[in-house]
């Protein structure tokens, strides 16, 4: 049990810092992003190892018929969200300029791309993970609250929260436009001249929300839908981001319902009179 908690305060924790990560401008600028960049990469590799029993497991039984499809897909989300917590790690050590002032790959614009498309894919990753996994979550706050059993009013509310969650996730997807930025990484492996492009907007106006042209940093709206906020509030930021995470949460939370329902249904007869 004291292992479980460790590891739901870790994934919060993770949770929090990674959002503050999208735009660099808060706290304390490219330190802090450099720092708790590096210092996710050490957390994330202590999640694994805490969980290392269940990818042992799982890897030497993962094309055996007797291993649910819910398991196979957690772990092919996982694999995905290892590759890309490498991909944001290696590209973040090569742009570095604070903690590898001297790294001459820093200037490479496809490196800054690769570096930003990665994390917008992480945090669809985090959210298919979560919501995976949101019955498990749900029982440890229940029994850290002593709940036995949900009530009807309490289920309604809960539906209600998440469309209105859901509702601001999709809102705030438009606003940084979360699409076009899992979209350039097409660019990074592609045209040179997008690369380029897109590697000079992101190189002073921040690597995720904010970038842009030094227009940013007059206040003017520019780059990825900062309107005109320079230095954004840090609980603001942690809502914007995690709302767009959470979009993927309750994708998969009730996609999953769905599919359990449907196949306790019983198969309908084809034979007629």
């Known amino acids: 049990m004291k292992k479980n908690w460790v590891k739901l305060i870790l994934d919060i924790a993770m949770a929090i810092v990674f959002a503050l990560l999208f735009n660099h401008r808060v706290v304390t600028g490219l330190n802090f992003h450099e720092i708790a960049g590096l210092a996710i990469g050490v957390l994330f590799i202590v999640h694994m190892l805490l969980n290392r029993k269940w990818i042992s497991r799982v890897s030497r039984k ?6 649910k499809t819910k398991t196979k897909i957690g772990y092919v989300v996982d694999a995905l ?9 290696v590209s973040g050590i090569g742009i570095s300029k604070i903690l590898f002032p001297s790294n001459r790959l820093s200037s490479v614009p496809s490196l800054r791309g690769l570096h930003v498309s990665a994390a917008y894919f992480a945090l669809a990753l985090i959210g298919i993970h979560v919501g995976l996994h949101w019955k498990w979550i749900m029982s440890m706050l229940k029994k850290a609250v002593r709940m036995k059993r949900s009530t009807k009013a309490l289920a309604f509310t809960a539906r209600i ?3 209105v969650i859901f509702a601001a996730g999709v809102y705030n997807m438009a606003q940084v436009n979360y699409f076009s930025q899992l979209a350039n990484i097409g660019s990074v492996f592609g045209n040179s001249q997008q690369s380029q492009n897109y590697g000079d907007s992101q190189h002073d106006g921040g690597h995720y929300r904010g970038g842009g042209t030094s ?6 709206s520019a780059g990825h839908g900062l309107q005109g906020q320079t230095s954004p509030n840090i609980l603001f930021l942690i809502y914007e981001f995690w709302s767009i995470g959470s979009v993927f949460v309750i994708i998969t939370y009730y996609l999953e319902r769905m599919i359990k329902r449907r196949s306790k249904q019983p198969p309908t007869s084809c034979i007629t009179a």
């Open 81 to 89: 969200l290892l590759l890309s917590m490498a991909v944001i790690l």
């Open 62 to 67: 993962l094309f055996c018929s007797q291993v």
């Open 215 to 220: 227009a940013d940093q007059k206040g003017q």
């Open 161 to 163: 929260l998440a469309a």
